[in-house]
């Protein structure tokens, strides 16, 4: 069983940042690979970043690609999301997840999920 506990969410004006973190428990932290979902009310929860064990590979959505970083601490167990240049179009609850393998886009293949965290862009 993994535990992730997601924090760092919030309201802030458009073209400010945020930093997400994940933190998890009960597993061997190093061996999975990471993604950061979003989910915005109406719509479906999307990808948005993904980082594999190692931290040497990432993928991002094409929407946020060149404003988001997603990072990694194997030694904190902790997985971040750095989001900068925010836009209103951003706002929706983000998820972290976990999965054995390499990151995927497909939240179906992830196997556990922390409860979320608000992001608000206003404009």
């Known amino acids: 069983q993994v535990q992730l506990v997601e924090s760092g969410g919030g309201l802030v004006q458009a073209g400010g940042s945020l930093r997400l973190s994940c933190a998890a428990s009960g597993r061997t932290f190093s061996s999975y690979a990471m993604g950061w979902f979003r989910q915005a009310p109406g719509k479906e929860r999307e990808f948005v970043a993904g980082?594999?064990?190692?931290?040497?590979?990432?993928s991002y959505a094409d929407s946020v690609k060149g404003r988001f970083t997603i990072s990694r601490d194997n030694a904190e167990n902790t997985v971040y999301l750095q989001m900068n240049s925010l836009k209103p179009e951003d706002t929706a609850v983000y998820y972290c997840?976990?999965?054995?393998?390499?990151?995927?886009?497909?939240?179906?293949?992830?196997?556990?999920w922390g409860q979320g965290t608000q992001v608000t862009v206003s404009s």
């Open positions: 980082i594999n064990w190692s931290g040497g590979l990432t």
């Open positions: 997840a976990i999965r054995n393998g390499s990151p995927n886009r497909s939240r179906w293949l992830y196997d556990y």
